[in-house]
Nanobody
Framework: QVQLVESGGGLVQPGGSLRLSCVAS????????MNWYRQAPGKEREFIAA???????SYAVSVTGRFTISRENAKKMVYLQMNSLKVEDTAVYYC?????????WGQGTQVTVSS
């Protein structure tokens, strides 16, 4: 059974940091590109960051320089380090695995940035 389970969300003040984690099971994790998306209330789900099977990373313009994606294939984990958080980063964050059009999604973790 394929599962992606996110954790690490919560409430943080503007300027603060959070580290999201996602643990995978049920598929060949090391062969998949792994991505983070987010969805704010009333908005479309948007791409945030990606890391290829080979470790190449890419980011949305809105988070470049503030967020860092990484992976540990041995642990089947993908991370999103989020620094200098802004109120507009408030959203549900989703982990995604993608390979040749086959996609898997986690259930999401809430991140709220507020003073």
């Amino acid at each position: 059974q394929v599962q992606l389970v996110e954790s690490g969300g919560g409430l943080v003040q503007p300027g603060g940091s959070l580290r999201l984690s996602c643990v995978a099971s049920g598929f060949t994790f090391s062969s998949y590109a792994m991505n983070w998306y987010r969805q704010a209330p009333g908005k479309e789900r948007e791409f945030i960051a990606a890391i290829s099977a080979g470790g190449t990373t890419s980011y949305a313009v809105s988070v470049t320089g503030r967020f860092t994606i990484s992976r540990e294939n041995a642990k089947k984990m993908v991370y999103l380090q989020m620094n200098s958080l802004k109120v507009e980063d408030t959203a549900v964050y989703y982990c995604n695995g993608n390979r040749m059009g086959r996609q898997y999604w986690g259930q999401g973790t809430q991140v709220t940035v507020s003073s």
